[in-house]
Each structure stands twice: as C-alpha cells, then as structure tokens.
C-alpha cells in the first residue's frame, strides 16, 4: 500500500508536468491492489487480445498486447511490466492506431514488482495497444531444450503467471481484482501444438497458426501458454489429457478417474462453469504439483505414479475451478481463500472417490505438513505469517504460499463444518460460490458473509478469529485419526529404537504391498532424523526405498538420509535434484542439504550443475535458502 501511495504521487507530479489535462475524480469501481502499479480504478482493461510469434531460436515472444480498457476519464494508464522490452505503444483500434508517449520508471526496476509502465491516454481511450518483446528476464517463461523434455527431440515452453509473473511476458495491469477475457492469435514453429488457458485445438496445425479464446473473465494470473509435441487425449465428460506422445497411455491411465471427480464436484457446490476441463502434462522443470489455469490445468509429471496414487492433486486443480477461478482472491493477502477453500473442497471429491477413510489419511498427511510448517513460521522473521489473513505488504507475494493458507484454511472449514453440520456448510458453500461467481473476494467480505449467511442464520457460535486472524492451530481444531497411521507410527519407533532383530519383526521387508503409499509416507516420517545409517541401509536394501519412482516417497526418504548422514542415498538423491523442479519437493532438500554440514558443500554444486533445469518459481526461493 505504501508503494501504490508514493507512486500515485509521482504520477500526479507527472501529469502536472507533462499533461496539462485536469484531472477527473475517478469512480471508484475495482480495489487497488498492494503488488501492481496499475490505476485499475481509473482505468482497467476488460478484454485482452494476444498478438505474438513464438520464437525457440531466440527464445523470446514477440508482438502486441491490444487491452480494450474501461475508461472513468483517466489520462494515464499505469500497466505492470518486468524484463519486458517496450517498443512503442499506440491507441486506438488496429484500423487506427496513434502512436503515444510512454514512460518506464519510476527508478531502478523493483525485484519483486518490476516497473510500472505509464500510457498517456485520452479522457475517452478505450483502446491501448502496447509492442513488445520478452527477454531471458521474463521469469514466467520456462523454454527447455529438447533435452528436458520426455521425448527429447522437440524443446518445449510454458508459462507460469501466478502471483506475479504474468508481467514478465505480457504488460498487463497485474493484480488478481480485476478480471479481464482473452483472445490470442500466435504463430508457433509448425511441428509443434499451442494450447492456453483458453478453447483448445485437439491437433496440430501444420501451419503453425493458433488461435484462442477465453470467453469468461479471469484474474490475469490464469492466463497461460505452453508450445510442444504434444497430442491429445479424450477420458470422457468433457475432460481429457495433452502430453507429449510417449506420456499419452500413461497418463489416459493415471487420470482414467477425472470424469468421476467432474460428477463428485459438480454435484457438491454446482455445475462446472467453464466447459472443458482438460489436463497438461508439463516436462519435470515445472515448479508446482499443478497450477489450475482455467479449462487447462498445468500438471507436473511426478503425478504419474503408475498406481493412481497421487491424484489428489487433479482434484485439487478441478476444486480450482470454483475457488480461486470463479471465486478469486482480491489480494495476495487473501490467499488462503483461494487455497483453503480449494484443499477443503479436493478432500470432499477424494471423500467421493476413495472414501472417507482414504480420505481422512490424505488429510491427516497434509496436516502432519502443516505442523512442520507452523514450526518453521514460528522461528523465521515472520511469525505472523501463521496468520490466515496475511500482511505481504512489501514482500513477495510467494512467501504467503505456505501450507498456512493450504491446510490450517482447509481444517478451519473443516472445523466450521463439524460445527454447523455438513447439509448446512454446504448449503453455504453453494450459495457462497454462486453470490460472489467471477468476481474477487477479501477476507473482510468473506467474514460478513459467513455471519450473515451461516453463523446468524442459524444461530451458531463460532470463534472464526483465532483462525483468521491468530498464528497456529486453535484448540477447536477438529482431531482425525487413523488407526493404520498409528500402526505404522509405532512401528517405525520400534524398529529405530530395537536392538535385535525380534524388535523388527514388525517391518514387512520385502512385502511393500502390505501398506499404502500414504502409509509408508507416514512410517519414514516417524522414524528419528538421526536415525542410524545401518537401519536405514537395512530398509534401504529390502524396501528400496530410493529407488522407488514415487516422488512423495523418495522425498521423505531422502529427507530422512540427509539427516541421518545415510550416504547410500545420495546418489538417487543427485538424479532426483538434476531432474525434477517441483519446488516442493526441491527446495527442503536443498534446505536440508545446506544446513548439514557434511553436505553443505554438496548442495552449492548441485544446485550450480542443475539450476538450469528449474524454473525461475523453483529457482529464486532454492537460491535465497543457499544464500546466493
Ligand atoms: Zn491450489
């Protein structure tokens, strides 16, 4: 809020300089926003038209972005731009444009925010047309060399826009509370297919040519791209898969269930509102588990397991389709609206897939997560960061993407709901997604909203406070418990703790079969940080627990081998490092690593052979934690 303060003040002294125009009293009409620069109340884009040409050689987009904008009578449009090159900026439509003056600056580029940039307009300018080309600063972009890829002969380019990076490929007035539609034509090399966040082609143009369209508005951070070889798959139900040709069965296996999560969820909080829900299988660099851009989720290809076991995640990117998609944060500040409720909502359609048991042990993983993580917040310069409801002013908006907003939201619903009983939260969540649908949401609206609707109708007392507004987990938490998690807890405390052999008897050496993949996570978990290298080898070499190609589960193992100085791992571990790029995974082993000081010096030459290989998402906050 500072930030938008003083900069407003430097953008009237310009005006008074260079525009004797008299400023018009702006209507207030969309919430400014404490990560842009943008004057969105004065003037905000409604639609956005893509004009680009999408170059592998140089790796760079070049072309024009036409905002068709709603203008109160500003005389100045404010956009958000980081590492993009501005080439000329014009008004007016693309019969007849008029070539505007343009200011870059204030200062020296922000390393979170960038720049703003400022458009002298017209009082009646409903047309600004801004030419531009990426740079290898635009850190949305993630252009892999064949290599990387599965196929390894065609290379590969996707975008990742969420909180603030959409700035770093398109100038665009970024901030999640205002929601714009899209369209977009680019030229792409034509042994390659372009899919966005958007209507999809399902085959290749040998031309090169696409076009797209995004007919429902979506907070800018949705809009999405990736280029590749890529084929399609149908599953049925409106739903269905792109990947590169060799991921085609595996993934149409994996997935085979997204139909059944497509009923389960429409029939809980109402119809799926934006027509086809496709998947994107992404090459291994992509930083997160999945990224919900609107009809097309970005998947990482760790969720192909073989066994079905990690799909959670797709439920969670479909949950997406109503929080955070149709009902978005205003500000990164109100993340944990959009994460929360979507994390509640996933455990409901897993409830419908797996049933409640399954699903019970799903949240009681991430719970066990959000315990380790409250730990963290607690010792870091930001305990208030335990909060739901978050001040990020001034800070990256990523340090606000922690498990706080994730799994405490999601057990304050799931609090809310033991409380007032299950008809009538959903009743509620219903009613709630269908009053507030493509539109943004703070907490404050959410809290009115909540006592009018379900505490005071229904004359429930609630303490919603010490949620929202206090650090760790309120005493009102509800408790879960699993009776095979508590078995396999004991289990590895027995045999860590054992001397002989009897002691171990327990373990089912050779029988992996025996436990769930959830099950397993939760015994590596329990065993102690410096438990000795002999047991770990003996686990090692009956259960291969490095080797097995289950991402979650050679996470906490190698998690567990570090601490413990079990070396035998480190060899799976490098593989691991060099190519997966999902932060969550990365970036604690990365931690781990450097705070270990046989391995410190380990995780400096990892982290200098395969930065390549990550994403600027995954790469930035690794960098940080190794004090680079
Ligand atoms: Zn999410």
Partial sequence: MKLILKLSLLILLMASCTNPVKKVKPKKTIPVNNHSFSNIEEVHTTHLHLDLNVDFTNKKLSGVARHKMDNQGANQAVFDIKGLKIQKVTTGNSENEKVRKFEIGPGVENTILGQPLIVNIDKNTAYVNIYYETTEESEALDWLDSALTSSKNKPFLYTQGQAILTRTWIPIQDAPSNRITYSADLKVPSDLMAVMSASNPKEKNHEGNYHFDMKQPIPCYLIALAVGDLVYGDLGNHTGVYCEPELLEASMYEFEDLPNMMEAAEKLYGKYAWDQYDLLILPYSFPFGGMENPRLTFANPTLLAGDRSLVSVVAHELAHSWSGNLVTNETWNDFWLNEGFTVYFENRIMEEIIGKNGADNLALIEFFELQEELERIENSGHPEDAHLFLDLDGRDPDDGMTDVAYVKG???????????????????????????????????????????????????????????????????????????FENVKEMAITFANGETDESWDKVPFNKRSNYSVQEWLTFIRHLPSDINVEKMAKLDKHLAFSEWTNAEIQFEWFMKSISSN??????????????????????????????????????????????????????????????L
């Fill in 566 to 627: 079990y070396t035998n791992a480190y060899p799976y571990l490098e593989s691991f490092l060099e190519k997966i790029g999902r932060r969550k995974f990365i970036l604690p082993l990365y931690e781990a690593l450097y705070k270990n000081v046989n391995t410190r010096k380990k995780a400096l030459e990892w982290f200098k052979d395969y930065n390549k290989n990550y994403h600027a998402v995954s790469s930035n906050s690794i960098a940080e934690a190794l004090e």
């Fill in 410 to 484: 999601a057990f304050f619903l799931k609090t809310l709901e033991a409380n007032v009983g299950r008809d009538k939260m959903d009743v509620f969540l219903m009613s709630y997604f269908d009053h507030f649908k493509f539109t943004s949401v703070n907490t404050d609206k959410f809290v009115s909203y909540l006592e009018k609707e379900l505490l005071q109708k229904h004359k429930i007392d609630f303490n919603y406070k010490e949620w929202i507004y206090q650090p760790g987990i309120p005493e009102s938490c509800i408790n879960l418990k699993s009776d095979g």
